[in-house]
C-alpha cells in the first residue's frame, strides 16, 4: 500500500503523462500526410533532441572568448571557475524543469490545455508566484534574449571579417542581420531537430580546431601569462564564465517541444559535461599559446594563422551562430505573438509576418554596441545572474515554502539530496552567491570595462578591434 503523498504523486504524474500522449498523438495525426523523411528532420521531442538542443545552445561565439577569460583569470582560475559555473547552471536549469512540471501538473488538474500554445518561463512563475513574479521574469528573460540574440549578430560581424575584410564589421552586421531575420519562418523548438545536430557538430570541430591549432602553432615568442592582475579584469572574466553556463533561458521552450518533458530533470546537466569537453582543452590551449595577447583579442580566430581550416572554423561558427540566434529569439517570438494575438495562428507565413518587427532593434542595437567580448560579460553580471540563476533559485524555495507544497510536490527531491533542509541552502547559497559575487562584483566590473570600450571606439564603431591597413599609396612609395 503506497502512502497518500506517493499515490498523489504517481496520480498527478499519470494524468500529466496522458495529456502529453494524447497531444502528441494529435501532433503526428496531424503530420501523417508529410513524408517520413521531412518528420525525421523536421519534427523532434524525444530526450536526445532536447540534449543536442541544450549543448548546441550552450557554446556559440563564446567559445571564442573564453581564452580572452583565461587572460584575465589566470589558467587554475580560468578551469575552476567553468567547472563551478557549469554545475551551478546545471542545478538552476534542473529547478526550472521541476518548477515547469509543477506549473504544468496543476494546470492539467484544472483542465487546462496547451494544445496551441507554448508554455514560457515568465507563465510558469505566474501561475506559481503570481504577477509579480511574472513581470519581474519577463523584464529579465526578454532583456536578456534580447541581448543575447544582439551578441550572435555582432559575433558573425567579426567572424566573416577573418575571412574578408573588404568590407567592414558593420557592413556585415547589416548583411547578417537581413540572413537572421529568417529565423521567423521556424515555428518553434520541435523544429531544431537538424539544426541543434549540426550545430553541436560545428561547435565541437571549431572547438577543436582551436586546441589542435594552438598546440601545433606553440607558444609565442616571450609569452607571458601574468594573469590575474587587475581585479577589474578578474571579475570580468568571471562573468563571461557565468554567461557561459547560463544559457537556459530558453530551458522551458525545450522542455516543453518534449513529448516527455519529465525526462528533461538531467539532461542539461549531461550536456554540461559534453560542453566542458570543448570549452576546456581549447580555452586552456590557446591562452597557453598567446599568454597576455589575448587581453586585446576578444576573438580567439585573431591571432590564430590563416589556412583552411581556420576558414573553415570561422564559417562553421558563422552557421552555428544563425542557430543560436534562432534559439534566442524564438521564445522572444512567442512572448509578441502572445502580445498581439498571433500566437495560435497556424499559419507559418502569417507568423513570420508578424514575428519581423523583433528582428529589427536587435539589429540596431548590435550595430550601436560591435564590441560582443565586453557585452558577454555585462549581460552576464546584470540579466543571467539574475534570469538564470537568482529568480530560479528564489521561486524554488517560495513555491514550495508551505509543508502542504512540499508533501503535494509533483516532483520528489532528486535522490542526492537528502532533505528540504538541505535543497533550501543550497538554493540560499545559489542566490547569495550569483548576487554577491556574479551581479555585484561582477556588474561593478564588466560595466566599467564596457564603457572603456565605448570610450575607446565610441557607439557606432565601424570596424571595432580591426587591426590599420595600410594605404596602397603608402605601401608603393616605401618600395
Known amino acids: 500500500m503506497l502512502p497518500p503523498q506517493k499515490q498523489g504523486e504517481e496520480t498527478m504524474m499519470s494524468s500529466l503523462n496522458e495529456t502529453i500522449q494524447r497531444e502528441e498523438r494529435e501532433e503526428k495525426k496531424e503530420d501523417g500526410s508529410h513524408s517520413s523523411l521531412r518528420s525525421l528532420l523536421w519534427h523532434g521531442g524525444s530526450a536526445y533532441d532536447a540534449w543536442f538542443s541544450c549543448a548546441s545552445n550552450q557554446v556559440a561565439q563564446v567559445l571564442l572568448t573564453l581564452p580572452t577569460s583565461f587572460s584575465q583569470l589566470g589558467m587554475l582560475s580560468g578551469i575552476i571557475f567553468q567547472i563551478f559555473y557549469g554545475l551551478l547552471g546545471s542545478w538552476t536549469a534542473y529547478l526550472i524543469s521541476i518548477l515547469y512540471i509543477e506549473y504544468r501538473t496543476r494546470k492539467e488538474k484544472e483542465n487546462v490545455s496547451f494544445k496551441n500554445h507554448v508554455i514560457q518561463w515568465f507563465e510558469v512563475l505566474e501561475g506559481l508566484l503570481g504577477p509579480y513574479w511574472k513581470g519581474i ?208 495562428t497556424k499559419s507559418i507565413f502569417l507568423r513570420a509576418l508578424a514575428r519581423l518587427p523583433v528582428v529589427i532593434p536587435i539589429w540596431f542595437l548590435a550595430i550601436i554596441f560591435p564590441f560582443f567580448g565586453p557585452i558577454n560579460s555585462a549581460v552576464g553580471a546584470l540579466l543571467v545572474s539574475f534570469t538564470v540563476y537568482i529568480i530560479p533559485a528564489s521561486a524554488h524555495m517560495l513555491t514550495y515554502r508551505s509543508s502542504s507544497a512540499r508533501q503535494n510536490a509533483a516532483e520528489k527531491l532528486p ?65
Open 415 to 479: 535522490f542526492l539530496i537528502p532533505s528540504w533542509t538541505a535543497m533550501y541552502v543550497i538554493n540560499a547559497f545559489v542566490v547569495v552567491w550569483v548576487l554577491v559575487v556574479g551581479f555585484g562584483f561582477g556588474g561593478w566590473a564588466s560595466m566599467t570595462n564596457f564603457i572603456k570600450q565605448v570610450d575607446t571606439f565610441g557607439l557606432f564603431a565601424k570596424c571595432y578591434q580591426c587591426p590599420h591597413k595600410i594605404p596602397a599609396s603608402n605601401h608603393t612609395t616605401h618600395h
Open 137 to 344: 521574469g519577463l523584464a529579465f528573460n526578454c532583456t536578456f534574449l534580447l541581448f543575447g540574440s544582439v551578441i550572435q549578430l555582432i559575433a558573425c560581424a567579426s567572424n566573416i571579417y577573418y575571412i574578408n575584410d573588404h568590407l567592414d564589421k558593420r557592413t556585415w552586421t547589416y548583411i547578417f542581420g537581413a540572413c537572421c531575420a529568417t529565423t521567423v519562418f521556424i515555428p518553434s523548438f520541435h523544429n531544431y531537430r537538424i539544426w541543434s545536430f549540426l550545430g553541436l557538430g560545428m561547435t565541437t570541430y571549431t572547438a577543436w580546431y582551436l586546441t589542435i591549432a594552438s598546440l601545433v602553432h606553440g607558444q609565442v615568442e616571450n609569452v607571458t601569462h601574468t594573469g590575474p592582475n587587475k581585479m577589474v579584469l578578474y571579475f570580468t572574466g568571471a562573468t563571461n564564465i557565468l554567461y557561459t553556463f547560463g544559457g537556459h533561458a530558453v530551458t522551458v521552450e525545450i522542455m516543453h517541444a518534449m513529448w516527455k518533458p519529465q525526462k528533461f530533470k538531467y539532461i542539461y546537466l549531461y550536456a554540461t559535461l559534453y560542453v566542458f569537453t570543448l570549452t576546456l582543452p581549447s580555452a586552456t590551449a590557446v591562452y597557453w599559446a598567446f599568454g597576455d595577447q589575448l587581453l586585446d583579442h576578444s576573438n580567439a580566430f585573431s591571432l590564430l594563422p590563416r589556412d583552411g581550416w581556420r576558414d573553415a572554423g570561422v564559417i562553421l561558427m558563422l552557421i552555428h551562430q544563425f542557430i543560436t540566434f534562432g534559439f534566442a529569439c524564438t521564445p522572444l517570438y512567442f512572448v509578441w505573438e502572445k502580445v498581439i494575438g498571433m500566437h495560435d
